[in-house]
């Protein structure tokens, strides 16, 4: 719900300042990025000087898809053994991480008590005592959108979708498979 009513005041927040201002989309995304807390601070460049006077600054960010991806990022890029720089304000890195890099990452190490921080904060981190698996798939979930029918949570739809099923026949059936497979005929 925060994050339709996040992005109803983007979309609003974008028509003004389009009938008011012609702002590029890049301008218009990244006070929105920072109220969200989904970027990152880079520093301030000079974009114009005259006789070795800066006349104007420029901040440099870099902006994530959410709070959680840019608190994680902020964390990797700490990490020494990823060799990330955020590089400079005039010519910023803001790349992410590449699926070959992901097990380089020491996960122990990246902290996200800021993330936790920002749910208590707005109201969205939920105890543990309160959570259950009809709060989170069932009945009690946003996701009960019937007002007829209760939703069934996970356990009562994988009970529901395994009930038929011949496990033992499926792994019997697997096996003969995979050593019909690796059966190779002897030479004569």
Same mark, same amino acid.
């Given at each position: 719900?925060?994050?339709?009513?996040?992005?109803?005041?983007?979309?609003?927040?974008?028509?003004?300042?389009?009938?008011?201002?012609?702002?590029?989309?890049?301008?218009?995304?990244?006070?929105?990025?920072?109220?969200?807390?989904?970027?990152?601070?880079?520093?301030?460049?000079?974009?114009?000087?005259?006789?070795?006077?800066?006349?104007?600054?420029?901040?440099?960010?870099?902006?994530?898809?959410?709070?959680?991806?840019?608190?994680?990022?902020?964390?990797?890029?700490?990490?020494?053994?990823?060799?990330?720089?955020?590089?400079?304000?005039?010519?910023?890195?803001?790349?992410?991480?590449?699926?070959?890099?992901?097990?380089?990452?020491?996960?122990?190490?990246?902290?996200? =008590?800021?993330? !936790?921080?920002?749910?208590?904060? @707005?109201?969205?981190?939920?105890?543990?005592?309160?959570? +259950? /698996? $009809?709060?989170?798939?069932? =009945?009690?979930? !946003?996701?009960?959108?019937?007002? @007829?029918?209760?939703?069934?949570?996970?356990?009562?739809? +994988? /009970? $529901?979708?395994?009930?038929?099923?011949?496990?033992?026949?499926?792994?019997?059936?697997?096996?003969?498979?995979?050593?019909?497979?690796?059966? +190779?005929?002897?030479?004569?």
């Amino acid at each position: 719900m925060y994050v339709y009513y996040a992005y109803l005041a983007y979309v609003v927040f974008n028509l003004l300042v389009n009938v008011i201002y012609k702002c590029t989309p890049d301008e218009l995304s990244l006070p929105m990025k920072r109220e969200l807390l989904s970027t990152h601070y880079i520093g301030t460049y000079c974009t114009s000087k005259v006789l070795g006077v800066c006349l104007e600054t420029k901040r440099s960010y870099c902006e994530f898809n959410s709070p959680l991806s840019q608190i994680m990022m902020e964390q990797i890029y700490k990490q020494p053994q990823m060799g990330l720089s955020w590089g400079t304000p005039k010519h910023p890195n803001c790349t992410g991480l590449a699926i070959s890099q992901l097990n380089k990452v020491d996960w122990d190490k990246v902290d996200l =008590s800021e993330w !936790i921080g920002i749910l208590i904060k @707005t109201g969205n981190f939920a105890e543990s005592k309160n959570v +259950t /698996i $009809d709060s989170l798939t069932g =009945s009690g979930s !946003i996701l009960n959108y019937s007002t @007829t029918t209760p939703r069934p949570n996970v356990l009562e739809t +994988t /009970i $529901d979708r395994s009930s038929g099923v011949n496990a033992d026949q499926i792994r019997s059936d697997a096996y003969q498979d995979a050593w019909s497979q690796t059966q +190779t005929p002897k030479q004569k």
